[in-house]
Nanobody, 113 residues
Framework: QVQLVESGGGLVQPGGSLRLSCVAS????????MGWYRQAPGKQHEFVAR???????TYADSVKGRFTISRDRAKNTVYLQMNSLKPEDTAVYSC???????WGKGTLVTVSS
């Protein structure tokens, strides 16, 4: 069993920044990959960013250059630094861990003036 708990969401103005955190607990493989996904109101669930066990990262085109994913293995935590936020970034952001396809409950990010 794996538990994922996200935090750091909130209300931010366009152009602002937020840092999301996801803490993993339980049976976590040393080869695990962790990532962030989001779902905006009325839209499909979509990939945001992922970090693999070797530290390789991938990003959705819509967030490249603005978002940075990082990982602290000692704390079993993955972060998503979000800069230059836009209203279209408004969504519930969820953390994912594989293998096993574990999910957190998500944290809401609202970008609005």
């Amino acid at each position: 069993q794996v538990q994922l708990v996200e935090s750091g969401g909130g209300l931010v103005q366009p152009g602002g920044s937020l840092r999301l955190s996801c803490v993993a607990s339980g049976s976590i493989s040393v080869n695990s990959a962790m990532g962030w996904y989001r779902q905006a109101p009325g839209k499909q669930h979509e990939f945001v960013a992922r970090i693999f066990s070797a530290g390789v990262t991938t990003y959705a085109d819509s967030v490249k250059g603005r978002f940075t994913i990082s990982r602290d293995r000692a704390k079993n935590t993955v972060y998503l630094q979000m800069n230059s936020l836009k209203p279209e970034d408004t969504a519930v952001y969820s953390c994912n861990l594989s293998p096993g396809n574990w999910w957190g409950k998500g944290t809401l990010v609202t970008v609005s003036s």
